[in-house]
T-cell receptor, first 116, second 114 residues
């Protein structure tokens, strides 16, 4: 079953603008990760945020996590045409009785188009 | 190699035939995962190997699907008696420490069943 759900499904912006993508999930997590996918092939890991963290930065990426709302956001600042891709959130769910499953559950992704 | 390698990159097969998809993980990565992705969709978990532990097969959609991991390294995903609904991109990923570093994905095998 789907755990993470990204919003919006598609986003089109101009180069230089900021892009914000949101992810909501249902169950308690150990961590939440964001991935990027070009051309429907392999995914690239962007950033991992743990359940006890609220914000994390990596270059032009900023990720926030609100465990009370079970939501996360990915902000890409000063976007470039090369940022055009699909972005997926993935949750590492916490199974208290089993100490965690260590398998990520992915959402359906946000398709970002950055127009030059 | 430096990354996760999958072969073949593309496979077209006739309905009813068996196919084998191969994954070479990054050396030293104990965790190995198979996912599949249908057109425009998210990733569907298939199976997870971790070291010498019994694999988590909870995502395999039917008994036509099976996977092995030999010597804690190379993995093969086998689909028997392929059906058209099996058409998808099959993605393999490996990780040294999934809880801390996330996954490294291969480029996938695009399977088309005609």
């Amino acid at each position: 079953s789907q755990q993470g759900e990204e919003d919006p499904q598609a986003l089109s912006i101009q180069e230089g603008e900021n892009a914000t993508m949101n992810c909501s999930y249902k169950t308690s997590i150990n961590n939440l990760q964001w991935y990027r996918q070009n051309s429907g092939r392999g995914l690239v890991h962007l950033i991992l945020i743990r359940s006890n963290e609220r914000e994390k930065h990596s270059g032009r990426l900023r990720v926030t996590l609100d465990t009370s709302k079970k939501s996360s956001s990915l902000l890409i600042t000063a976007s470039r045409a090369a940022d055009t891709a699909s972005y997926f959130c993935a949750t590492d769910t916490l199974h208290i009785t089993q100490g965690g499953s260590e398998k990520l559950v992915f959402g359906k992704g946000t398709k970002l188009t950055v127009n030059p | 190699g430096a990354g996760v390698s999958q072969s073949p990159s593309n496979k077209v097969t006739e309905k009813g035939k068996d196919v084998e998809l191969r994954c070479d993980p990054i050396s030293g990565h104990t965790a190995l995962y198979w996912y599949r992705q249908s057109l425009g969709q998210g990733l569907e978990f298939l199976i997870y190997f971790q070291g010498n532990s019994a694999p988590d097969k909870s995502g395999l959609p039917s008994d036509r699907f099976s996977a092995e991991r030999t010597g804690g390294s190379v993995s093969t995903l086998t689909i028997q008696r392929t059906q058209q609904e099996d058409s998808a991109v099959y993605l393999c990923a490996s990780s040294f420490s999934p809880r801390n570093y996330g996954y490294t994905f291969g480029s996938g095998t695009r399977l088309t069943v005609v």
